[in-house]
């Protein structure tokens, strides 16, 4: 907790979503080791840089046939400030993935809302 007073933290309000890219382990060669170690096991690393446009074709082909497995041997981390109802729908809609809150059980919380945008169209 901290020492501020619950009477001095100012409400502020936001229309915005942020997402920021914190670090990863992510590489075409991951991709390309995973998706040919069944029929190149270890040689597949090689393949890279024998023959990059082969390599690159296959990771197109990958993709156009939704061939996704492949592309689990990598990982990413990424800091997400956005309303709660956001949250909700990508705890609802995860696989594959997880995530750490932000908890208020720790620490004390800033008070942020989220208001529309003027541009944005209610239904």
């Given at each position: 907790?901290?020492?501020?007073?619950?009477?001095?933290?100012?409400?502020?309000?936001?229309?915005?979503?942020?997402?920021?890219?914190?670090?990863?382990?992510?590489?075409?060669?991951?991709?390309?080791?995973?998706?040919?170690?069944?029929?190149?096991?270890?040689?597949?690393?090689?393949?890279?840089?024998?023959?990059?446009?082969?390599?690159?074709?296959?990771?197109?082909?990958?993709?156009?046939?939704?061939?996704?497995?492949?592309?689990?041997?990598?990982?990413?981390?990424?800091?997400?400030?956005?309303?709660?109802?956001?949250?909700?729908?990508?705890?609802?809609?995860?696989?594959?993935?997880?995530?750490?809150?932000?908890?208020?059980?720790?620490?004390?919380?800033?008070?942020?809302?989220?208001?529309?945008?003027a541009s944005r169209k209610l239904v």
């Amino acid at each position: 907790m901290t020492d501020t007073p619950a009477d001095d933290l100012k409400p502020s309000f936001r229309s915005d979503v942020t997402v920021e890219l914190i670090k990863h382990t992510a590489s075409d060669a991951d991709v390309l080791f995973a998706a040919r170690v069944s029929t190149a096991g270890e040689q597949s690393l090689q393949e890279l840089q024998k023959d990059p446009e082969r390599s690159k074709g296959l990771i197109n082909y990958l993709m156009r046939d939704r061939h996704g497995s492949p592309f689990e041997h990598n990982s990413m981390t990424f800091f997400i400030s956005a309303p709660i109802f956001v949250f909700r729908e990508f705890m609802r809609h995860r696989v594959g993935w997880s995530y750490n809150e932000e908890s208020g059980r720790y620490r004390e919380l800033e008070p942020v809302f989220y208001v529309p945008g003027a541009s944005r169209k209610l239904v």
